[in-house]
């Protein structure tokens, strides 16, 4: 099947002055820098309307040939949620008694996690994000997607920053192998899980570890090295 091609309409740019730029951009590196991952959640719920919001944003990723290859799936059922919960844990759990080499237990003993999952139940939205491998044509043959785990990935960085920006914290849960998720939300075969993020307020007292990022001179590189 050969698809038609695209109209092309004029791009909608505004160019900033240098100064300007800069200041833009300072003041959304030092919003992203207050950015932490959280994993005590207030049971208090925001409003829906800002998950759509942050799903919306998501959804204006960049992604192989536009074929925006991702599902996200909202899940507040207290029910469901415990589900979710009872599944992930039994796989962490395994993990961390079995899978996990020494290396891996050691990078995470700093951060004190373990395989219980409580944030699961607490955060009042689970927002379970799927990739799509390959779509189906309504004569039921398969359209290949590609690029699909880096879109994905685009997509969920916007999604990140999208509820950060709206006063909201998450977490880049993902509680390997998934597959109980495609089960639990009755997902096709052509969606794979990809992330799990809890999503809500903080907790009053919630705390995080005193991280420290790397110094631009260690992640960015002119040129050859």
Not at 36 to 48: D, G, K, Q
Not at 98 to 126: I, M, N, Q, S, V
Not at 158 to 178: E, K, Q, R, S, Y
Request: hydrophobic content about 40%; some cysteine.
């Amino acid at each position: 099947m050969t698809l038609k091609p695209l109209p092309f309409v004029p791009l909608e740019y505004h160019r900033l002055a240098p100064e300007a730029m800069l200041t833009e951009g300072r003041r959304f590196r030092e919003a992203m820098g207050r950015r932490r991952s959280v994993r005590a959640f207030s049971p208090e719920p925001p409003p829906r309307a800002c998950v759509e919001l942050a799903i919306a944003t998501a959804s204006t990723a960049p992604s192989g040939a536009n074929r925006q290859p991702w599902r996200f799936v909202v899940v507040d059922d207290p029910a469901l949620k415990r589900e979710i919960r009872g599944a992930a844990e039994r796989e962490e759990r395994e993990n961390y008694e079995h899978r996990f080499p020494p290396e891996w237990l050691e990078a995470l003993a700093p951060l004190g996690t373990d395989w219980r999952k409580g944030f699961l139940e607490t955060a009042p939205y689970l927002v379970v994000v799927f990739r799509q491998v390959y779509e189906v044509r309504p004569d039921g043959s398969r359209l290949t997607n590609y690029y699909v785990n880096e879109s994905v990935g685009l997509a969920c960085g916007l999604f990140i920053v999208a509820l950060h920006t709206m006063g909201l914290v998450t977490l880049t849960h993902t509680p390997n192998p998934m597959g109980f998720l495609s089960e639990l939300l009755g997902r096709p075969a052509s969606e794979k899980p990809y992330i799990l993020f809890p999503v809500g307020y903080p907790a009053p007292d919630a705390k995080v570890p005193d991280l420290s990022r790397k110094p631009l001179g260690e992640v960015m590189q002119w040129n050859r090295g």
